[in-house]
């Protein structure tokens, strides 16, 4: 989608710190990183949101968990956990409008998060 961050960082108009890519999303290291290791995963489709998402469409969110579960291992993250977050909308933090899951782990996180 034209103007949209996440599509630019898909398809490589941005770059951004690839860290997993398969033809149907992306990951990559978050700018901000608010803990040791912090990776977004993104589908390379364009969804403003989870809302976005129609019901035949879910399979690409456990393709995403599948994903996520990889890159946790090959972090280094799966034996002390990890947490994937999905902020939706202004209310749930959200503030790229472009659906994405964070991968956050290497440090113990608090609940619940602000
Ligand atoms: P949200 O607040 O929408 O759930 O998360 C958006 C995330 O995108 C934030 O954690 C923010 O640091 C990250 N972010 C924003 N702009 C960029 C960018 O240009 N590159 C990367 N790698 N991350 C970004
Ligand atoms: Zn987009």
Not at 4 to 12: E, T, V
Not at 20 to 36: M, S
Not at 78 to 96: A, M, P, T, W, Y
């Amino acid at each position: 989608m034209e103007g949209c961050l996440f599509c630019q960082i898909a398809n490589k108009k941005l770059k951004s710190e690839y860290v997993y890519e398969d033809e149907k999303v992306i990951a990559f290291k978050d700018v901000d990183p608010q803990a040791p290791v912090h990776i977004l995963i993104i589908p390379k489709t364009h969804y403003s949101s989870i809302l976005d998402v129609a019901d035949e469409e879910m399979g690409i969110i456990s393709h995403i968990h599948k994903v996520a579960k990889k890159i946790a291992k090959d972090m280094g993250v799966d034996e002390k956990g990890f947490r994937l977050i999905n902020n939706c909308g202004e209310e749930g933090g959200q503030s790229v409008p472009h659906l994405h899951f964070h991968l956050l782990g290497g440090r113990l996180l608090g609940w619940p998060p602000g």
